[in-house]
């Protein structure tokens, strides 16, 4: 391998936050104006631009969809100029389309970075997730508990009663039985209508978010984004890819899945050290919104790198 085709996270890394920045300003004028699809197409074509920009030959592993579904950034895509290092990424180019249209909080751009077979190829399914912040002992909850004993687990460890607890989950009627489990412990839920990337990435921080903990089922590509991030930010995180069907499992045999029940841990989903850039779009508790001032926009950025644990903040203020 040539010195110019190896992976420099640091090189790549003020690129990627690039890439982060130009999509939530491409959608930044859809913002409250309830067209999801419109907001989400802004999205995806700045960054496959930007991306396009970037001396990567990059190859989307978790995208908008499958190539008969999406028609760019899909799975399997090629981006880049071709010159340089061989990286899969992760992306999701409007990560709360719907939070996005009816301007509610936490619409994030989310991109993640690594070098060629660094991240998990899941299909386009539904993964049950379980993650929490940093610094518990590791394994210390599970899939496999029930949800009431996961909080006890986490209580227990972490000194406290299960009503200090706050559980992030997605608000779905599949989660009924769930969230009455966990409100039965005394713990508290923070429910949201979509986002669970950002769901996630608030456990990290949860002396700023105040989520401890994040569970329930959504889409298996925010999985690997997710673990992505607590790769960088610290944290535990497991999933385990849920099949509605023959054709869904079909999509997993496809992406070379074998154990359909495997349960996989951050560091399986994210195998080597990545970078991870996420840009808000609407305002959040992780992340500032788009702040229009008359001729400027400002956003702000999360630039993380795994290697080095690093997490930088950036604002990056633009004349309109």
């Known amino acids: 391998m040539t010195e110019s085709n190896e992976f420099h996270d640091r090189m ?14 491409a959608s930044a004028s859809l913002i409250g104006r309830g067209d999801e699809k ?37 799975i399997g895509e090629e981006v880049g100029t071709g ?19 009816k301007d509610m909080p936490n619409a994030l751009t989310v991109i993640a970075m690594g070098p060629r077979g660094s991240m998990l190829h899941a299909p386009d399914v539904y993964m049950d997730k379980l993650a929490i912040g940093p610094g518990y002992s590791e394994g210390l909850v599970s899939l496999d508990m029930p949800p009431a004993t996961r909080v006890s687990a986490l209580a227990t460890e972490k000194g406290c009663a299960p009503s200090d607890i706050t559980v992030c989950i997605l608000e779905r009627p599949r989660h009924e039985e769930m969230i009455a489990e966990v409100r039965s412990t005394g713990a508290s839920i923070r429910l949201i209508t979509d986002g669970d990337v950002a769901g996630v990435m608030h456990c990290a921080e949860a002396q700023v978010t105040g ?67 996420a840009t808000g779009v609407t305002g959040g508790t992780l992340l500032a919104g788009i702040k229009r001032e008359p001729g400027w926009l400002t956003t702000q950025t999360l630039l993380m790198r795994s290697k080095t644990g690093s997490v930088r903040r950036m604002e990056y203020r633009t004349p309109v």
């Open 83 to 101: 010159n340089g290092p061989g990286v899969d990424i992760a992306l999701d180019p409007l990560e709360g389309t719907t939070l996005t249209a």
């Open 38 to 74: 419109a907001a989400d197409q802004a999205a995806v074509n700045a960054m496959r631009e930007q991306l396009n920009l970037l001396d990567i030959a990059g190859v989307v592993v978790i995208g908008e969809g499958e190539r008969d579904e999406a028609p760019m950034l899909y």
């Open 12 to 25: 790549l890394s003020l690129g990627l936050a690039r890439v982060a920045e130009q999509a939530a300003l």
């Open 211 to 277: 989520i401890d903990m994040y569970m329930g089922q959504g889409g298996a590509p925010e999985g690997v984004l997710a673990a992505a991030a607590l790769k960088c930010m610290g944290g535990q995180i497991q999933g385990r890819l849920l099949f509605r069907n023959d054709d869904e499992k079909g999509r997993a045999t496809k992406a070379g899945i074998t154990d359909l029940d495997k349960i996989y841990t951050r560091d399986e989903m994210a195998k080597q050290d990545v970078i991870f850039a």
